[in-house]
């Protein structure tokens, strides 16, 4: 029985009625040492009554080994990983070292893990309990967390339970605090000396593990120590009433805390520590023995007897410790146990380390190789195999996504290369200088820094040639896009003076990047450059990403809309998770452009979902913004805020679609002062929402009667949209013409060259707007009715209001607005999934493609049928599901 949890026990009941209902959840159980959440762990087991328990728990020692934590809790039920897509078990298996596969996304595993989860949840209701998460290894909570967000209609619970500084972002959180003190009067119990009882109940502070330890080892000279050192002094206090043999025995066990018995029995043997003497440990209560494992009571038990171990002592235990485990498959172990016990520089360990690395880099476990690859360096006796190795720890810092950490190893690195200076091997410390700039660049632009991002760049490609010089120009050329003109040109003029072989990959794009950023008169099609591109061997979607944003400068809509959702399906296929937001947002571009908005809100929902998960701040802040705009055109202004603050906050990447976005509310509800206050600072730039805002900023400086304020921005736009070459960006030209001349044929013009479903309402709003001036209302309905049909059907809410008005104001009555079409009545999820389901996919392969669960699936399928008036997916192929 829990004493004065029934707070805490609530929480853990309702989530567990809440998964045998069929629905999912997640909670971090959070406190100190000692306070209880193991046990709220075991309240749950114990109330899991007709449900599946799988238990974990993280281990220090295994801390730095990927995916170990994850393994232990998943080994029980790998017998299942075979029901998985193929890609997913693949993963699942190459992460746990159980088959050989190449490095792929760190992503795929944790929705191997989402897939496994819902595989067993179809036998019942699943609790997932994992305790001390704070020492799970950094590959495992990645995959963990993954699959925690997305539970939802799985009949699945995963609690997790940690001290700092574990975090588990998007999870929700229990603290667990001290008991009150009635209750810690309550346990502490008053068979015991009051002098003892008060101090005990005073210092404990309500920790429940101190209320039951303290009062046997309560210090009577006022020592004042934290409350976690004098509860490890109080287990240390009953290791050492043991017999000598005992507390060796303990030292070995505490340093290989796994719970592998015959490993602690056999290293201890070397010490003259046998079975027998872990019989006093087991009657003092201080271990348990199960089945050949070996648990110690309580994690500070281990603690408290771990840091009892003298230095010498300890370095020959963890000597021991490794020439026992001499199993292939111990061989991480092994490295680190030898890492343990060295003295000093020694190539040898340094050596194994190394390849642990290689092989957590092959499990996508990045994390782990970093700190492989750090202490591998620390033990290298020679400079340059520290370089090397610094090097390969940044990288692989960066490819986790620890840009803090990457740029400081990647300092390191290049400490250690200065004192290379003048030595033999130049060529080599060069391209090791390289890459780190290229690393240090890579964490500068994710934390926010481009300018630092785009010089570290531009000085790193100088110093080599080829593939590596091209991309680490791209990579300038993306951070130049947020500094301005000047710095974009420098950035492409380098670029398109590289030379490089015409069978390279990189070549086509480059040639496309650089036609388009020196505004070429007619740069190649994107496609065109994509089919070449592939010809030479250009496999990996990340080569080809940034062509797709700078397709969009160009105004190759389309043909970004094609390769976009081409990669789209291939990063899908792959499993290559990291690359979606960027593919899925250039996706959703297009399809708001192109008059698809409920298109867009899905593919961009989707986007900054996957964002958040893989911590690509920019991408977060970009979707964001883009989002902003979406509930601008709708008038959505709570929506259009919040989207628009968070953009902001995340930086300058989303700023500008943000700032187009609230200027677009603004004219649309027609606060046109406002809205030319917001757009007139940075429109007719170079990026996407400095170009494509003009016309707006027109409309507004027009109705304000400022036009004069535009001359500059609209010449700028003129120009591109006569190197576009496209219909619809000349219509824009054209309708911008009629505002700032007031000149009727250029209206008639800009319609006669159509456009897109939006901007085209918008035009002939406008010339409605014009018509009804010059007093010819007849005239003025037959466009404004048009304008009206086409904002409703977009659901632009600020702009049908107008045209409605307008309407009235030429004496004819607007039509009642339309009820919401049938796809309005579905949320972005719903619709991206019954779609797919309409196309003949199971819920197993949606569930592949959109990183959910099938479960998940069937949920909101069946959420969506009475929406959409049928009962089952067969009818869903006579519904448009495409409009």
Known sequence: MLRGRDAEQAVIDRLLAQCRAGRSGALLIRGEPGIGKTALLGYAADAADGMRVIRGTGVESEAELPFAGLHLLLRPVLDRAAALPAPQERALRAAFGLASVEAGDRLLIGLAVLSLLSELAEDGPLLVLVDDAQWLDRASVDALLFAARRLDAEGVTVLFAAREPFVAPGVPELPVRGLDPAAAAALLGADINPVVRYRVLAEARGNPLALIELPAAAPSD?????????????????????????????????????????????AAARFGDFLEDLHPAERAGLVRVDEGTMTFRHPLVRAAVYQGIPPSLRLAVHRALADVLDRPEDADRRAWHLAMAATGPDEEVAAELERTAVRASGRSGYAAAATAYERAARLSAEPRAQALRLTLAAEAAAWAGEADRAASLAERGSRRLVSLAGRTGEARETELRVRLTHVRATADFLRGSPHTAYEALLAGAAAVSGGRAARMLMQATHSAWYLGAPELDRAAARLGALDLPPDDPMAPVVEFVTAVLSRSEAPPSLTGVVARARQAGAGDPRDLVQACGVGLVAGQDEEVGEVAAALVAESRALGSIGVLPALLFFLAETELFGGRPRDALTTATESLRIARDAGQGQWVSQMNGFLAYHAALEGDEERCARHADEALMGGVAGARWALWARGVLDLGHGRVEVALSRLEPFAGGHQVAETRCVPDLVEAAVRFGAPERVAGAFARYREWARTTRRPWAESLVLRCRALLEDAEEHFTAALELGGRPFERARTELLYGEWLRRARRKADARTHLRSALETFERLEAGPWADRARTELGATGSAAPAAPAPGVLARLTPQELQIVRLAAQGLSNRDIAAQLFLSPRTVGYHLYKAYPKLGVASRSELGAIALFN
């Open 222 to 266: 006022g020592t004042a120590l934290p409350l976690t050192s004098r509860v490890q002094d109080a287990f240390l206090g009953q290791v050492r009433v043991l017999p000598e043999a005992t507390q060796g025995l303990l030292a070995v066990a505490a340093a290989e805390d796994t719970g592998d018995l015959d490993v602690v029995l056999r």
